[in-house]
């Protein structure tokens, strides 16, 4: 097994170099260069084994330069109660007939973001030794809120890296404020940006590729890495927990080895659903793979048209971390599906670059239809989803997966299709207090957010996490607030150059 790029197929590297790359220098992705199978007799076993064990187990089929020790240490300190709420890592909970939430939240974000950033650090790290790079990984991330802090949580005191995170002072919400500002650690930083997402956003774009800091970083046995959803390093970790939920679903006899389930995904980056697209093609028995899409429904029109065009008005939503116009992670996907075509991939999108929009073949477009279904759900729609699903099992879903869960409802009712289902649930409603909250009250509530977790807390009766909980009360760390001319100046200071 090695890696190449959607880009260039002739491409071979290691996994440790993809994963220190990030991102091939022909601006293509990193893929496997085969999709490793796994036999129905290996997931059934996996049914015996904590989720560490899992993850272990199904790593070792894309990591082959690592050897177990190495695999080990990554899922161990990653995957443990320490840093998850719950032994299982990630839990099932039975919905309503043959429906189940896969709930990816029980992290110390509370949001799916972990079950990849918990473990990047360390495999970022195991790589770098492997390849001898013998240097300390400094870590930017420009935030619009949820991955700042998932990152700092997945970097915070990992021997051998230093993170800085940057986010707009006036476009994050409170509580995702208050969370970054009192992040622990010794190797952690964090900056508010007079300016808006983008201003951060370049401002890291232009340091990463400033030449005058690379070389003071390589005197000092420094380097640059980025912790982005392209990374590799984070689309492995995501192909596990759809595997672990099928095991889980076998041991817990919802269903027979064999047969087949439908998974539903809520979706902005494509990354979360193309894992389990790898989780099928290694032997997942998946009948459709469901995008679900907010109004931001580029996905949903190019799955059943075969026409991406980003040329449209972009909506600001309450399921925020969906409210994207490019999603990176197809790229690998459309690589797959037209054979490792990499011209074929450099003409797409470079397209998509140039003009905002590119058609893919009919061949494609079977494909798309045979392996995927699609739909999207706007803001009325998704609060009325919460609600109903509330009074009907109390249940609380947050913004994300409520999306999920009425497309799903649409499609059902639209193809009478009664395969099982595993929906993917993507953040704890905690996280979006304000808006689950007013979809169940059914009007704005005028509580401060801590106080709004309270009130969720009492209609729920859900527990808080700890690390919300804890945020009221927690000291404030990093108060620094600065114009985007300045972030230079920072990170150099931050590193003492
Ligand atoms: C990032 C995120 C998504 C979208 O996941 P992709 O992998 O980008 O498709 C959905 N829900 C939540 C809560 C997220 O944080």
């Given at each position: 097994?090695?890696?190449?790029?959607?880009?260039?197929?002739s491409v071979?590297?290691?996994?440790?170099?993809a994963?220190?790359?990030?991102?091939?220098?022909?601006?293509?992705?990193?893929v496997?260069?085969?999709?490793p199978?796994?036999?129905m007799?290996?997931?059934v076993?996996?049914?015996d084994?904590s989720?560490?064990?899992r993850a272990a187990y199904?790593?070792?089929k894309y990591l082959?330069?690592?050897?177990?020790?190495e695999?080990?240490y990554?899922t161990?300190n990653a995957?443990?109660d320490?840093?998850f709420?719950?032994d299982n890592?990630?839990e099932m909970?039975?919905?309503?007939?043959?429906?189940?939430i896969?709930?990816?939240?029980?992290?110390?974000?509370c949001?799916f973001?972990?079950?990849?950033?918990?473990?990047?650090p360390?495999?970022l790290t195991t790589?770098?030794?492997?390849?001898?790079?013998?240097k300390?990984i400094?870590?930017?991330v420009?935030t619009s809120?949820d991955?700042?802090?998932a990152?700092l949580e997945?970097f915070?005191?990992?021997?051998?890296?230093?993170?800085m995170?940057?986010?707009?002072e006036?476009?994050v919400s409170?509580?995702q404020?208050?969370?970054m500002?009192?992040?622990?650690?010794?190797?952690?930083?964090v900056?508010?940006i007079?300016?808006?997402?983008?201003?951060?956003q370049n401002?890291?774009?232009?340091?990463f590729t400033d030449?005058?800091v690379?070389?003071?970083?390589?005197?000092?046995?420094?380097?640059?890495?980025?912790?982005?959803?392209?990374n590799w390093?984070?689309?492995?970790p995501?192909?596990i927990?759809?595997?672990s939920a099928?095991a889980?679903?076998?041991k817990?006899e919802?269903i027979?080895a064999?047969?087949?389930?439908?998974?539903?995904v809520?979706?902005?980056n494509?990354g979360?659903i193309?894992?389990a697209?790898?989780?099928k093609?290694m032997?997942?028995p998946?009948?459709?793979?469901?995008?679900?899409?907010?109004?931001?429904?580029v996905l949903?029109?190019?799955?059943?048209?075969?026409?991406?065009?980003?040329n449209?008005?972009f909506?600001t939503?309450i399921?925020?971390?969906?409210d994207i116009?490019?999603?990176s992670?197809?790229?690998?996907l459309?690589?797959?599906?037209?054979?490792?075509?990499?011209?074929?991939i450099?003409e797409?999108?470079?397209a998509?670059s140039?003009?905002?929009?590119?058609?893919?073949?009919?061949?494609?477009?079977?494909k798309l239809?045979e392996e995927f279904?699609?739909?999207?759900?706007?803001?009325?729609?998704?609060k009325a989803?919460?609600?109903?699903i509330f009074?009907?099992?109390s249940?609380?879903?947050?913004?994300h997966?409520?999306v999920?869960?009425?497309v799903y409802?649409?499609?059902r009712?639209?193809?009478?299709?009664t395969?099982k289902?595993v929906?993917?649930?993507?953040?704890?409603p905690?996280?979006?207090?304000a808006s689950?909250l007013?979809?169940?009250?059914g009007?704005t509530?005028?509580?401060?957010?801590f106080?709004?977790v309270d009130?969720?807390?009492?209609?729920s009766?859900?527990?808080?996490?700890?690390?919300?909980?804890?945020?009221?009360?927690?000291e404030?760390r990093f108060?620094?607030v600065?114009?985007r001319?300045k972030?230079?100046?920072?990170?150099?200071g931050?590193?003492?150059l």
């Amino acid at each position: 097994m090695y890696y190449k790029s959607t880009r260039n197929s002739s491409v071979n590297i290691s996994s440790a170099e993809a994963i220190v790359q990030g991102i091939s220098a022909d601006g293509g992705l990193f893929v496997p260069s085969e999709i490793p199978p796994i036999t129905m007799d290996e997931i059934v076993k996996l049914g015996d084994m904590s989720y560490s064990e899992r993850a272990a187990y199904i790593f070792a089929k894309y990591l082959t330069d690592f050897t177990e020790a190495e695999i080990k240490y990554c899922t161990d300190n990653a995957y443990n109660d320490k840093k998850f709420a719950t032994d299982n890592i990630a839990e099932m909970s039975h919905l309503f007939d043959g429906t189940y939430i896969l709930e990816l939240w029980h992290g110390p974000t509370c949001a799916f973001k972990d079950m990849a950033l918990q473990i990047l650090p360390y495999l970022l790290t195991t790589s770098a030794k492997k390849i001898n790079i013998d240097k300390k990984i400094v870590i930017l991330v420009a935030t619009s809120g949820d991955t700042g802090k998932a990152a700092l949580e997945g970097f915070a005191d990992v021997p051998g890296t230093q993170i800085m995170v940057f986010y707009p002072e006036d476009g994050v919400s409170p509580m995702q404020k208050r969370q970054m500002t009192t992040q622990d650690g010794a190797n952690v930083a964090v900056c508010g940006i007079e300016g808006n997402f983008d201003d951060c956003q370049n401002g890291v774009k232009a340091i990463f590729t400033d030449e005058a800091v690379k070389s003071k970083l390589e005197e000092n046995k420094l380097m640059f890495s980025s912790a982005n959803s392209i990374n590799w390093g984070r689309l492995a970790p995501q192909i596990i927990y759809y595997i672990s939920a099928y095991a889980t679903l076998v041991k817990d006899e919802e269903i027979k080895a064999g047969d087949k389930i439908n998974i539903v995904v809520p979706t902005g980056n494509f990354g979360n659903i193309l894992a389990a697209y790898y989780a099928k093609h290694m032997g997942v028995p998946v009948n459709k793979l469901i995008c679900a899409s907010n109004t931001n429904k580029v996905l949903t029109d190019f799955i059943t048209t075969g026409v991406y065009d980003r040329n449209r008005d972009f909506f600001t939503t309450i399921s925020p971390s969906m409210d994207i116009l490019i999603s990176s992670n197809l790229e690998r996907l459309l690589y797959l599906m037209c054979g490792e075509n990499d011209a074929q991939i450099r003409e797409w999108f470079g397209a998509l670059s140039k003009t905002g929009k590119y058609e893919v073949t009919d061949d494609i477009k079977a494909k798309l239809a045979e392996e995927f279904a699609a739909g999207y759900c706007d803001d009325t729609e998704t609060k009325a989803t919460i609600k109903r699903i509330f009074d009907k099992y109390s249940y609380t879903l947050d913004t994300h997966s409520a999306v999920a869960v009425k497309v799903y409802e649409d499609y059902r009712q639209k193809t009478g299709d009664t395969t099982k289902t595993v929906i993917a649930s993507t953040a704890s409603p905690y996280k979006f207090s304000a808006s689950v909250l007013e979809a169940i009250e059914g009007k704005t509530s005028d509580l401060d957010e801590f106080d709004m977790v309270d009130r969720l807390a009492e209609l729920s009766g859900y527990e808080i996490p700890a690390s919300l909980a804890e945020l009221k009360t927690k000291e404030k760390r990093f108060g620094d607030v600065i114009s985007r001319e300045k972030q230079r100046e920072y990170v150099l200071g931050q590193l003492s150059l």
